[in-house]
């Protein structure tokens, strides 16, 4: 059986991906943190309105610019969030109908300074939120601004990333018997694609094929497909409800936020783990494992993960990524299936380019722990 599993989308780079009506009401404008004044980059910011919705969302250049555009006009509010500081929420203000409403946002946000890692604090919570009080509220809260703001720098395609991808074949022992690779592609969105969460809350992680004609050798048969979370998923109202978080400390300076389904149902889930640094609250590693699989997928095997960097500028990348799913073979005359293999794809980001597609050299270098040149500043 072997399955489609949606490990990368390398489509041509997109542009963003909600286009501003003619007559739309926009705010454009700045972040600039005090005392300083210096520009905030890498911040996400949302339009909100009086009922609490965001009706847009943008993250701040590395000048701290910013663009956010609404079809309707009324009373709103910017909700500007960073990583390691408490969200910043502008007064209310009024956009009539064609305007542009320029602002300058001085933003005096306070540090997120994470209490204690206690015996509570390491015990499981179901039903948890961003911002919630207590460290784990706080790590989620920066584990959904670190997605947040990866899903807009790649929606606004101020950056492209030029990526090489890989495909696997392993034995049931995950011994490696083929391999190929794809070659450069462009990165235009999240690696592990996903599925919308209404979706996956009905169907579960793993999607079957309509019923088809079964197979009458002992050769691998089409089967399911695999889907990762992203950002609209994990935290989503269902998701955040229907699982239970617990906050671990790994290696001194890392935590993890860990996340189990409240129930197991008769659907695929998947279990897994936020990994965040401690200092700097920023998100390092994303993993997850299918979970409520067939009695014949050995547990523990089948799943993936997304290592994540920020650059200086601002920007969020997704830097490498992976995910592994079982193959089935139904032997002649049997009804029962068995491990054949396991299909393996991912990839990683070769270079950081402009939105034009030149080299950023400086930010390659970053991404990849490479040395500056001599004579060039890091």
Do not use: N
Not at 28 to 46: C, D, F, H, S, W
Not at 70 to 80: E, K, N, P, Q
């Amino acid at each position: 059986m072997s399955p489609f599993i949606h490990a990368w989308r390398l489509a041509a780079l997109a542009l963003p991906l909600v286009a501003i009506p003619a007559r739309a009401q926009t705010v454009q404008g700045r972040v600039v943190e005090l005392p300083a004044k210096e520009p905030v980059a890498g911040a996400l910011v949302a339009l909100v309105d009086t009922t609490g919705r965001e009706v847009a969302r943008s993250a701040t250049s590395p000048s701290g610019g910013f663009t956010l555009g609404t079809a309707r006009g009324g009373r709103y509010h910017v909700l500007i969030r960073q990583i390691g500081r408490q969200p910043w929420r502008s007064p209310l203000f009024g956009l009539a109908t064609g305007t542009t409403y320029p602002v300058t946002f001085y933003v005096d946000a306070r540090p997120y300074e994470l209490p204690m890692l206690t015996v509570e604090a390491r015990r499981s919570r179901c039903g948890a939120r961003p911002g919630d009080e207590g460290i784990l509220g706080g790590l989620l809260e920066a584990a959904e601004v670190a997605l947040q703001l990866a899903r807009a720098t790649s929606d606004e395609a101020r950056l492209a990333f030029s990526t090489a991808s890989y495909l696997k074949l392993l034995g049931p022992d995950l011994r490696l018997l083929d391999s190929s690779m794809a070659g450069a592609s462009p990165l235009a969105a999240w690696p592990i694609e996903s599925a919308h969460p209404d979706s996956l809350r009905v169907w579960g992680f793993v999607r079957q094929p309509p019923p088809a004609r079964r197979a009458t050798t002992a050769e691998p048969e089409a089967g399911p497909i695999y889907y990762g979370p992203d950002v609209r998923v994990l935290f989503s109202d269902w998701f955040l409800e229907s699982h239970c978080f617990r906050v671990e400390e790994e290696a001194g300076r890392l935590l993890e936020v860990r996340f189990t389904p409240r129930r197991r149902g008769d659907r695929a889930e998947i279990d897994g783990r936020l990994v965040l640094d401690r200092e700097s609250m920023e998100l390092r590693r994303l993993e997850f494992e299918y979970v409520g699989l067939p009695r014949w997928i050995p547990k523990g095997k089948a799943g993936g993960f997304v290592e994540l960097s920020r650059l200086r500028d601002g920007a969020w990348v997704p830097r490498a990524w992976a995910l592994r799913a079982p193959q089935a073979v139904r032997s002649q005359g049997s009804s029962q299936l068995r491990l054949h293999g396991w299909v393996e794809t991912g990839g990683r980001v070769t270079a950081v380019r402009t939105a034009q597609g030149g080299l950023d050299s400086a930010s390659t270098r970053e991404l990849l722990g490479l040395p500056a040149p001599r004579g060039e500043s890091p």
